[in-house]
Each structure stands twice: as C-alpha cells, then as structure tokens.
C-alpha cells in the first residue's frame, strides 16, 4: 500500500510538474498574473509531493518491505536501519528520486526566497525548474520506477553493494546532488532572464547567493566522495580521473568559473552573454554527467547498471534541454547590452582570463573523459584516457590560472596598470620563490613539481595577505579589530576560499612528493617502520559484523618507542553478495595519515600488509572545505542576507494584483 | 633492578619479534613494477590500474611483467609486449599518433581560442562601449529593489 | 554565422556520439592480433597430458581456438552454440582449458558435451596471455597460413556464427 502511494504521488507529482512549467511561463509572456501566481503553490505542492515519495520509499526500506523490487535489490535484512535508509540513493532508481527530492527542495527554497523577485521573473524561473523536473519524473514513471512491486516477493534483499556501506557514503551522495541540483536555479534564473530580456546586473545579484549555495555543496560533495574513495577502495588514492570522478569535476569548474563571471556581472554589469551560457554549462554538465554515470557509454569504477534504454531517455532528455537552453541563447544573446567599459589590465579583465583558463580546463576534461567514446564512435579503436593525461594537461592549465588568483584581487577595477601591481606584489612573489625553492631542500626530497606546488600555495596565502593588509588601510575602524571586522564578509569569504585551494594545493604537492608505501609480509609480533612510525602486528582475530564476518588485525603503532595508536583494519566478507572487502584502518593527523590495510592471510596467521605513510593528506579535504567554507561567508555577507531574510509580505491578493498592474 | 631484568627480558627474550619481510623478493624490481603498472590499465575492470587491482588477470600480468624485469627488459619492451596483445586499451597515458593528436593538443588549442577570443572581443568591445557601466545610481536602485522587496510597486 | 550559434553546434556534436557510443560496447576491446600470425605454443592436452597440442599441427586447416574454463559462466551459455557448430562439421573447434581445475575440467565436458577434437591446457594463462585474452570465452578464427582472422569477445551466438563465423570459414577455406 505505502509504495502505491509513494507512485501514485509521483504521477500527480509528475501533473503538478506540467502545470508549473506550462502556465506560469506562458503567463509570464502574455502578463496574466493570475496564470503566474499557479507557480508558487505548484511548485511547493510538488515539494510535498515528491517529499511524500520519498518518504514512502524510506519507509518501504525502513520496513524491509521485499515486495518492492528496489528495496529487495538493494537491501538485506541484516542490513543496519541508517544503511537501509542510504540505500534509497544506493543505486539507479532510487538516487533518481533523491534529484528529483532535492529539486523539488530547491524550488520549495525559492518560493519562500523569491519575495523580492519581480512576479514575471519569479514564474518563469520555477516554470524553467518544473520542466526539468517534468523530465526526470517522466523518467522515472517510465523506465526507472523505484516502487515497481516485486511478486512474489522476496524472502530476503539482495543486500547494498558494500562498497556503498559506509558512513561517508550517507552523506555524500546529498551533498554532491545538492551541488548539481543546485546550479538548476543559476540555470532557470539565466533562462528566465533569457526569456523576458532582462538580465541586468539585478539578475546577477539574485543569482549569487544561489549559485554559491551549490558551489559550496559540490565542493564539499565532491570531497567527500574522493575521501570515500581514499579510505575505502583501499589503495590510498583520493583522486583517479575516473569519467565519474570528472563528470562531478566538470560543473564544479564551470560553477567556480561562473560565481567569478557573477561577481563581475553583478558589479560592473560586464559578461552578461558570457555569465549566463556559464550558467547554462554548469547546469547542463551535471546533466551529463547523470547520463555519463547511468547510461553505460563509458566505464567506470562507480556507474550504475545500466541499460540501454534508460541512455536513450536522459540523451533525449538532455537534448532537450540543454538544446533548447543553447537555442534560446543563440536567439537572444546578441540582444544583450554590454555593459561597463573596462582595459584588459584590470579586475574584470583578469577574471575573464581565469574563466578563460578554468573553461579550457573544463573542455580538457571534458576531452580526455569523452575522447575514447569519440574514437570508439569513429572506429578509430579503443584506448583509455586516464590519469597520466589528466595529469599532464591540467596542470599546465591551472598554474596561471592560479597565478592570476594571487594578482586578480590587488587589481583595481575598470583598468589597472601592470607596473603598480607588479610593484605591489614583488615582496609576496619574493617569499614565495625562495621559501618554494629553500623548503624542499630543507625537507631533502627536490623536485620541479614539488617547488612548483609550494610556490603556488605560498603564492597565493602571500597575495591574499597583501590584499588583506592594503584593503584594511581603506576601511574605517580605530583598532586593528575593528577594521578587520568592517572588511566585508563577502570579501573574507573570497580570502577565505582561495587559501582553502592553497591548502588544497599543499596537501596534494606534500602527498606525491613525500608519501612512503610498504608491502610486507608480517608474522605476529613482527614490526615494519615507515615514516619514522612502528607497526607491530598484534595478530588478527575473527569478528562478526551485523551482515558480514571479518578478520580485523591489530596493530600497535609507536614512534621513538612510545606507542601513538592502535589500529584495526579489517578484511570483510559481506555475506549476501559473498564480497570480499578491504577495510583501511587510518590514523589522520594534521601532518600525517598512517594508513593499513590488510591484504591476503598467508601461512601460519601472518599476513600481506600494505602500510602508507601520507604525510598532508588531510589537506586535500581541509582544502575543499576552507573553500566551502569561503562560499559560506560570502552568502553571509549583508548584502545578500536581504535577500534571503525578507519573507513573503502580508499583503492581500486583491491589492497585489492591483500593484501588479501599475507595474 | 627490576627494571633491568626487564629489559633483559626484552631484549633476548620474544624470539618472534622481528622486521618483517617486504612482500617482495625483489623490492626494487616491486619498485619498478609498481611505477610500470600504475600507467596500465586492467582490462578486465570497471577502471582501474593493473597496480590496484585484484583481478586475477591482473596478478597475472604483474607475474608477466615482473619476469620481463628480472630479465632486464627495459619499460618501453615491456609496454610494447603488453600493447601487442592487447593495445592502446592497456595504457593510461594514450600514445601521441594521428588518431590522438586532437586529444593531446585539444587542451591547448582550446586555450589558444579562448585566449584569441577573449582578446579579440575585448578590443571589439573598447570601441563599440561608451562607457556606461553599472553606476553608482544603478547601484543604488538595485539594492533598493532588493531591500524593498514586494513593497516595490 | 551567429557567433552565439557555436556553443549549440558544439552541443550537438557531442550528443550525435553520445547516441552513437550507446549502441557501442565500452568493455569490448577489439584484439590487435587480427590479421598477424597467431602465436606459437605447446600446451599438454586435457585428455592425455603427455600429448602436446599447438598450432602448427594445424597448419594448413582453418580452425577455431576457443578459450574457456569451467568455472565461467559465459562458457555455459556458449556451450550448446559450439556444440552445434562442432555437430555440423564445417569448421574444427579446438579448445584452450583457461587457468582451471584440470577434474573440473573434465567433468564440465563430460556433462554438457565435449565439441573440441582436442583441448590444450593453459594452467597459468600465458597462452591467454599471449592470445590478449581478457575474459573467457573468446574465440578466435585462425587461416590455413596460422593467421588469425577474427576475435570473438564473450561467448559466441547462432547469431554470429551464421553471420560472421561461418561465412569467414568458407572465405578462408577457398583461398
């Protein structure tokens, strides 16, 4: 009964969803305000419509209901209730109703944020955000209904794939479809402003906040997927290029690129044509990458089963979409103003230079991800592109992208001159050469790519210091907390974001250039040293998880003699789909990760034992949050707090109506 | 005294208290391996190289590639045995030759463009703007349409 | 031409492939040995360990190698195709027993029927190796000069047999 509800929900969900994105637009166009005024309780009736779905799936999964074909196919008995609940996104169908959800949750956000939005921009932004919704429910309804009954049903679930039984696993894929979900709302905005004409620097300053919402919880999404592949997999790597990896990569780049081209539009009414196809891409590259992962076109670690039919669906489903968007931009675009007058040395004009870096680095993942499809299309033959590639083309791409990061903010807007900033940045540029040269050789281990990846990073903190002290000398304020205090949020958040990537940078450089690995073959009581720790096997014993069996060995780590930590890592066999799984066991550190995983029992209760020492590791993720954490401050800022604080005013109907009109 | 004996104890006594052994017979030729094998591929994975996987035709081709390194092979020979059989499939790193040419200069060419473009539409742009940027007027009216929120009429 | 067109025209393109690579098969590798000299080996036969089994006693003929083991699932459902083939008699099925239990072996042909004059045994997988196998079964079509022909990756169906097999056999059998 509950999972009939759970359908039957999505199919008015499904009705809703044609209405909102049909009337209100079609009323935007011809001014009826009352067909306008259906968005608003449309798109929050929809919310609790695909809300009521979810819902009744969590429940079926809660209950262990087996005679829905999902929930037997991706769930057990032994299962635990909070990996039950995780598993409604645990594969195809299930993770389509968790975008659809946050969707939905995204337009239910901008109904209650929107009060200050004109009424014609308002509807046509949640009519754009129900047509996308349209597709994915139709999707849904037709060939990847979760609630789809299993009879009769099964005694027992097949069980999650235990790759996905763990923690990180429940909160990553929320946070990563929030991030791609999220840049919906840049998309309708800029196809709302496409369709009435008007996008002004307004527009751009509703699309900030919205779109650094989704920035950031992509960043963190995708951070807490590499973490998950880092401790999970069991090989230690956070990071393969994988086309899953990068279809999630992809719209971060055009996100990151297009809160920059906002902040321009936004401020000196600059880009516009430029902001918004950025808007588009970001939004149509997490639909891609919804293709890329459930359509079985490329291979991959993470993709879903796939079938055939299924590719066809979304493929259509994008065609029309992003078609259509990149249609209407062909059609409107060249009718859009200019803008400020600005040099090429200046602000705008280096952020349009890094949007230029970033898109090219978009494209070249794009490339490489896309490239054996191409060839194998062709039949030109198969090859892999993997991270040997990535590699060597991203980097060259991103070191001027990341100089440019250091100089962009010192520079004035409309035009600035080369030889003040090159003045004002040589003691930053002076640090950071000799600290990126003298510290690898301190630490006895120089190479090219290891001073190349300090002297960005210190770069980087060393501008954003320059900048910090020549903005605190232009705001008000007695005492140095008081100046530091009056320095916009916006503005800290900016500091705040780029330092996360110099960390970012730290730990990556640190991790290639100084990590230790070791494979040894260790008896009880034997000992392996690395990185000035000592691993002494204690023996593993037999445990017994709640759906698996395990050997989990014991090891106690001391440095200098004195013990620092005991670790168990673990070797797991799930006994439902009989896989066989590597769990590490992982001491992080501010400086370091010491990492253990068992490999094969071998005679007489010794073991293969892979140990890493990985020194910064931790900085990657720290990295990715500081920049989350930047995008949180920057939201923050009082300028767009008005924006988010003003609710719906308490006016009646009849009177709004009437305002309508005069306006 | 105590305390003496006890290291006495711990010094000669727990006979099984030892380095262990590298997994490798050879760690340098495991060195050499693992440096080989992180830029191959497993063909019979999802994605992944033949350096993490557990596949068995992955341990087979590691047992392949170990015995060339005993006999010396040098990379290239190894790389060239292993495309012989099964091609450009295998490398991660794709061989510059005519079909892949787009694919190693794409990420510059792309560049190249959207540097020209940028150049190029921003002098079209110096000439066609008069300068009429967002003024501090406009400012104000947007902050004041974002501060009036629906009271706007 | 409208500048602002490009971003569309790019799209499309990439949707054109997109629908293209659907039909294709991402996990099929097609073998670089087509058309070179199919690798030389000598292998123990399953039935009598003591015989060896190797191309060059075929020399002459055109004759299919299929690798397989009993412990693979794809083998099964090929099974009855080979049997078939081989009941027809239009072209010899010589087998390669692929990394297996040498007993499993030989009940696994004692109960679903043995199509292969003669098995070579491949224990550690060098000769599937030297083959570029990747996944058993696959099936190879080699010429009278020892060249092989034809790759079939992943178990063979009526389908491709009287499709791609059959038809290549009786090209390669005239020259």
């Known amino acids: ?663 | 005294m105590k305390r003496l004996i006890l290291i006495a104890l711990l010094l000669s006594g727990p006979a099984w208290a030892g380095e262990a052994r590298p997994l490798a017979d050879d760690p340098a030729a495991e060195a050499r391996l693992k440096h080989l094998a992180v830029e191959l591929r497993c063909l019979v994975c999802q994605n992944q190289t033949l350096a993490d996987s557990n596949a068995p035709l992955a341990e087979d081709l590691r047992r392949e590639v170990r015995e060339m390194i005993a006999k010396d092979m040098s990379d290239k020979e190894i790389i060239d045995f292993l495309v012989a059989r099964y091609g450009d499939f295998v490398l991660y790193r794709p061989p510059l030759k005519a079909t892949t040419t787009l694919l190693w200069v794409g990420p510059f060419v792309l560049l190249m463009i959207g540097a020209t473009a940028l150049i190029m539409t921003l002098r079209r742009r110096a000439h066609q703007v008069v300068d009429v940027p967002v003024t501090d007027e406009e400012h104000r009216r947007v902050e004041q349409l974002l501060a009036e929120g629906g009271k706007r009429s | 031409m409208n500048r602002f067109l490009l971003p569309l025209s790019i799209f499309i393109v990439v949707v054109i492939f997109l629908g293209v690579g659907l039909k294709l098969n991402p996990r099929e590798i097609p073998s670089p040995l087509v058309g070179k000299v199919a690798p030389d080996f000598s292998q123990p036969q399953l039935y009598d360990p003591a015989k060896v089994f190797s191309p060059a006693d075929l020399k002459g003929k055109v004759w299919l190698l299929n690798f397989w083991a009993s412990w693979c699932s794809g083998c099964r459902t090929e099974h009855p195709v080979l049997m078939e083939l081989a009941k027809s008699g239009e072209v010899p099925i010589y087998g390669m027993d692929y990394k297996d239990q040498h007993d499993e072996a030989m009940t696994w042909l004692k109960r679903w029927g043995n199509p292969y004059p003669v098995v070579g045994v491949d224990d550690a997988g060098r000769v599937g190796i030297n083959y570029g196998v990747y996944g058993v079964p696959e099936t190879y079509v080699i010429d009278k000069q020892g060249v092989i022909r034809y790759k079939q990756i992943g178990p063979l169906d009526p389908d491709t047999v009287a499709k791609k097999i059959l038809p290549l056999v009786k090209q390669l059998e005239s020259q």
Request: charged share 15%; aromatic share 12%; proline share 5%.
């Open chain 1, 1 to 663: 009964m509950i999972p009939e509800i759970g359908h039957f929900a999505l199919i008015l969900a499904l009705c809703v969803a044609v209405v909102q994105g049909i009337l209100p637009i079609y009323g935007a166009a011809v001014g009826n305000s009352a067909l306008m005024a259906v968005a608003k309780p449309a798109a929050r009736g929809q919310f609790l419509l695909v809300l009521t779905a979810f819902c009744c799936l969590g429940y079926a999964f809660a209950e262990k209901d087996f005679s829905v074909l999902y929930v037997a196919a991706t769930s057990n008995s032994q299962l635990p209730l909070h990996y039950r609940l995780a598993a409604i996104w645990g594969a195809h169908e299930g993770s389509l109703l968790l975008w659809t959800f946050i969707l939905s949750l995204w337009m239910f956000a901008v109904t209650l944020f929107s009060a200050h939005l004109p009424d014609a921009t308002r509807s046509r932004i949640l009519g754009v955000m129900g047509l996308v919704s349209v597709g994915f429910l139709l999707f849904m309804l037709t060939v990847s209904n979760p609630f789809e009954r299993l009879i009769p049903a099964a005694l027992d679930g097949r069980d999650l794939n235990p790759l996905l039984q763990d923690p990180g696993m429940v909160i990553h894929p929320p946070m990563l479809y929030m991030g791609y979900v999220g840049f919906s709302v840049a998309f309708a905005f800029a196809i709302a402003a496409l369709l009435g004409g008007n996008l002004d620097a307004a527009w751009a300053r509703w699309s900030r906040p919205w779109t650094t919402v989704a920035w950031c919880f992509l960043t963190v999404g995708i951070a807490m997927g590499s973490g998950w592949a880092y401790y999970e997999l069991g090989w230690g790597g956070w990071w393969f290029w994988d086309p899953v990896e990068n279809a999630s990569f992809m719209p971060w780049l055009a996100g990151t690129a297009l809160v920059h081209s906002l902040a321009v539009t936004d401020k000196r009414g600059g880009f516009k044509v430029w902001t918004v196809l950025l808007a588009i891409m970001a939004f149509s590259l997490s639909l891609l990458g919804t293709f890329l992962v459930r359509s079985g076109v490329l291979t991959s670690v993470h993709a879903f089963a796939t079938d055939p039919k299924r590719g066809l669906f979304i493929l259509a489903f994008l065609a029309v979409v992003i078609g259509g968007s990149l249609a209407l931009y062909a059609w409107r675009a060249p009718r859009v103003g200019l803008g400020g007058s600005f040099a090429m040395v200046s602000r705008e004009g280096m952020l349009l230079a890094n949007n230029v870096l970033l898109v090219a680095a978009m494209g070249s993942v794009l490339l490489g991800t896309l490239y054996p499809l191409f060839l194998d299309a062709l039949d030109l033959g198969k090859i892999s592109v993997g991270p040997p590639y990535f590699d060597s083309v991203f980097v060259p791409l991103m070191v001027p992208a990341i100089f440019l990061m250091g100089i962009g903010p010192l520079a004035q807007w409309k035009k600035a001159s080369l030889p003040d900033l090159a003045k004002r940045l040589q003691w930053a540029f002076g640090v950071s050469v000799v600290t990126a040269l003298a510290l690898p050789v301190v630490m006895r281990n120089w190479t090219p790519l290891l001073s190349l990846g300090l002297l960005l990073a210190i770069w980087i903190v060393t501008t954003a210091v320059v900048t910090l002290r020549e903005r605190l000398t232009h705001v008000n304020g007695n005492t140095l907390v008081e100046r530091l205090a009056s320095v916009p949020k916006s503005y800290w958040g900016m500091l705040v974001a780029h330092c996360g990537i110099a960390v970012f940078i730290v730990g990556v450089t640190m991790v290639k250039g100084f990590e230790t690995e070791k494979d040894v073959r260790m008896n009880v009581g034997e000992t392996a040293t690395i990185g000035d720790y000592t691993f002494r096997f204690d023996g593993a014993q037999d445990v017994v998880g709640p759906n698996y069996t395990a050997a989990r060995g014991t090891f106690s780590v001391s440095r200098d003699g004195r013990e620092t930590t005991v670790l168990y890592p673990e070797k797991r066999r799930y006994t439902v789909q009989n896989q066989v799984m590597t769990e590490a066991a992982i001491d992080p550190g501010l400086l370091r990760d010491l990492y253990v995983s068992l490999g094969e029992p071998l005679n007489e209760g010794a073991w293969s034992v892979r140990l890493y020492h990985k020194p910064f590791v931790d900085w990657i993720w720290g990295g990715c949050f500081i920049m989350a954490l930047g995008g949180v401050l920057a939201i923050s800022d009082r300028r767009y707090r008005i924006a988010w604080r003003r609710q719906e005013p308490a006016v009646p109907a009849s009177t709004r109506t009437a305002r309508r009109k005069v306006a």
